[in-house]
């Protein structure tokens, strides 16, 4: 099982590394194959006045840091082609984000690194069209095939995060995890699919008491990995604190998770 987990962003050195000297459990266990997941710069803030992080070069040192220090595989995000190849350098996955997932540029840039490309469904999108953006990062690395395994071999994955309904709310369409997956390996983002957009003064609101119930869910369908942020405090969170889990709390859902897949011998 695929797991992702860590701070939305990186709010100082001694956050980060508190979010991850809990999550070496995870890395120690041999049936996850874990990736340390924060943000150098949340450029799709709903405010100009947010906290959007350390920014790109100290944003790397510290990512860095984590590394060596705990072993760690490394997953974050970018926001403009120019920030694939020095942010590859450092880490293992390249996130798109789901406002992101069809920009061309953006696809092609990640594609040309060593990285596995992450790319969240877009709320907007119907989630047949991701081949589409998958397909982008095949053609890239030069691969003639389409599909799953040719995903999979050749390091693509797909997030879902939720659809818009109306204004305000995501809801996840469970149809969409097989329909993706049909055509890469499928990440299911627990955290933002629990987002409420806008709903806080400039902020986004979210729901976090759904995470749980959400994830298993996913875990019954059938899925390939999970996405939690993880917070020591997510009330004191400077970015998506509505919806992250505390990281007390994630032990309980990964064993939930873990006893549906034994259960349905996924």
């Known amino acids: 099982m695929i797991l992702i987990a860590g701070p939305c962003v990186i709010e100082s050195r001694e956050s980060l590394f508190h979010v991850a000297k809990e999550l070496v459990k995870y890395n120690e266990d041999k049936s996850i194959d874990f990736y340390f997941k924060s943000s150098f710069d949340k450029a799709n803030r709903t405010s100009i006045e947010s906290f959007r992080g350390p920014g790109l070069d100290e944003g790397l040192k ?3 840091e984590v590394r060596k220090e705990f072993g760690f595989k490394l997953l974050t995000d970018i926001h403009d082609y ?9 880490v293992d996955v390249l996130q798109i984000p789901a406002f992101l997932c069809r920009q061309t540029d953006l696809l092609v840039a990640a594609a040309k690194t060593k990285c596995v490309v992450n790319i969240k469904k877009g709320q907007f999108l119907n989630p047949s069209d991701m081949k589409y953006s998958v397909q982008k990062v095949l053609d890239t690395r030069g691969v003639n095939k389409s599909g799953y395994e040719a995903a999979k071999n050749f390091g693509v994955w797909l997030a879902e995060r939720g659809s818009t309904f109306g204004y305000g709310n995501l809801v996840v369409d469970m149809r969409a995890l097989g329909i993706m997956r049909e055509f890469a390996p499928v990440i ?16 986004s609101g979210g729901k976090r008491e759904f995470v749980a119930p959400l994830a298993r869910a996913a875990a019954a369908v059938g899925v390939d990995g999970f996405f939690f942020e993880t917070h020591f405090n997510p009330c004191e969170a400077l970015c998506d604190g509505p919806n992250m889990l505390d990281l007390k709390e994630l ?4 064993k939930s998770i873990k ?6 011998n996924l």
């Open 62 to 64: 510290l990512l860095d």
């Open 82 to 90: 120019t920030q694939a190849k020095p942010v590859g350098e450092i």
């Open 188 to 203: 299911f983002d627990a955290t933002h699919s629990v987002q409420m957009p806008g709903t806080a003064n400039g902020k």
């Open 251 to 254: 032990d309980i859902v990964i």
């Open 259 to 264: 006893n549906i897949q034994n259960a349905l």
